[in-house]
């Protein structure tokens, strides 16, 4: 490679970013904007689910219940309802996602009993609201059975109640943003940067300026080396900006190894700015490149990577896809380090898997490029 070719494509693709305050604008503003508006807007905290509530024993045990259910915070009471009537219709109009039915005689029960029964009716409709309805339920009842002086009724059997006290490690307050802003940072990167590449060559040609490319002395190696270069370094104060900002707006903790994590971030800028130069070798219009980063990297990034399901419960065919998304590895790898402050040699075969794929699309990308020379 000849350092004069090589600076000369870096000095050039350099000037051309500067004059074009567009796609500054695009560089710095649309990442951090994308990470505060979904870091907001994506979450899988469910609070105060509008509850009806009707209570047909209308005695201080059943206000007592209802009162302490709703003060969690996790469901409020949207309705007091009169009937099964205003029940049915409620739900069917969709004032409220849950219904609490407390019979006739639920004081008496509890009282002589120690326990009974009410029922509790939720939307369906919506699945996730439905599971995290019933779960803050469960938990709800668990949390009532030792208050309510089991202890007692088990002391002559010899039988003591069981307490748990769960420990929760890496995000004690359950904090979806802590789980969701480090996935945040992979796909939006891996987005931008496809994007920022796929549209350099084919620029060149809508503008006119690739014929005179072809018939430089200017090597492939050195022309896509120049390309990639100016976007890795500004990829890389991208990606530092978008943590920082996702460390002091929503408070991501950070745990880990700041150089390992700034080298898998290079190793995973260059995997995007690769992949982005290989379609804007493919496309024959700035349209058609920016079309075809999008589907082919934030669909798959924000689906296959485990940024919004577990892999595991993805099909086997959707699974072995995954392993082809380079989002997957740096996702692990970001939240590894940021939330659990875990050991570089433990991510060792994701870091090799992302340099491994950077390589092979760069070496792609260059045979593509000088197969066009030749034609």
């Known amino acids: 490679m000849n350092p004069r070719r090589f600076m000369a ?31 907001y807007a994506i979450t899988f905290d469910i609070r105060e689910i509008p509850l009806g509530l009707l209570d047909q024993d209308r005695t201080a045990a059943s206000r007592a219940l209802a009162r302490d259910l709703t003060a969690s915070g996790y469901f409020r009471t949207a309705e007091i309802l009169e009937d099964r009537e205003d029940l049915s219709r409620g739900l069917m109009r969709g004032s409220f996602k849950a219904g609490l039915v ?5 004081g008496r029960s509890a009282k002589r009993e120690g326990d009974t029964h009410v029922q509790f009716i939720v939307d369906g409709s919506n699945a996730n609201t439905a599971q995290v309805a019933v779960n803050y339920l469960r938990m709800f009842c668990a949390v009532q059975i030792f208050e309510t002086g089991d202890a007692e009724r088990n002391a002559g059997t010899g039988l003591l109640p069981v307490s748990i006290q769960p420990r929760v490690w890496y995000n004690p307050d359950l904090k979806s943003s802590h789980f969701i802003v480090p996935g945040l940072v992979a796909v939006v990167m891996m987005m931008i940067c496809v994007l920022l590449t796929s549209i350099t060559l084919v620029r060149e040609r809508e503008t006119g300026t690739l014929e005179q490319i072809l018939v430089s002395p200017i090597r492939p190696a050195e022309l896509v080396a120049g390309k990639l270069a100016p976007y890795i370094l500004i990829a890389l104060l991208d990606s530092g900006l978008v943590i920082l900002f996702s460390i002091a707006v929503f408070g991501v903790p950070f745990r880990g190894n700041a150089v390992f994590l700034l080298a898998a971030a290079l190793v995973y800028v260059f995997c995007a700015l690769s992949f982005g130069l290989l379609i804007s070798g493919r496309a024959k219009s700035q349209m058609v490149a920016m079309m075809a980063s999008q589907v082919l990297t934030f669909l798959p990034s924000l689906l296959l990577s485990g940024f919004m399901f577990p892999i595991a419960s993805l099909p086997k065919v959707l699974r072995v896809l995954s392993s082809f998304v380079p989002a997957t590895y740096f996702l692990k790898i970001i939240r590894h380090v ?3 402050g875990t050991e570089t040699a433990a991510l060792r075969e994701p870091f090799l898997f992302l340099l491994a794929f950077g390589l092979v699309v760069t070496t792609v990308g260059i045979r593509q490029f000088k197969l066009r020379l030749e034609d």
């Open 338 to 340: 940021m939330l659990k």
């Open 9 to 39: 494509v870096l000095r050039k693709e350099f000037i051309h970013i500067l004059r074009d305050p567009r796609s500054l604008a695009v560089v710095f503003l649309w990442p951090v904007s994308m990470v505060f508006l979904y870091g």
């Open 102 to 106: 407390i019979p006739p005689g639920y």
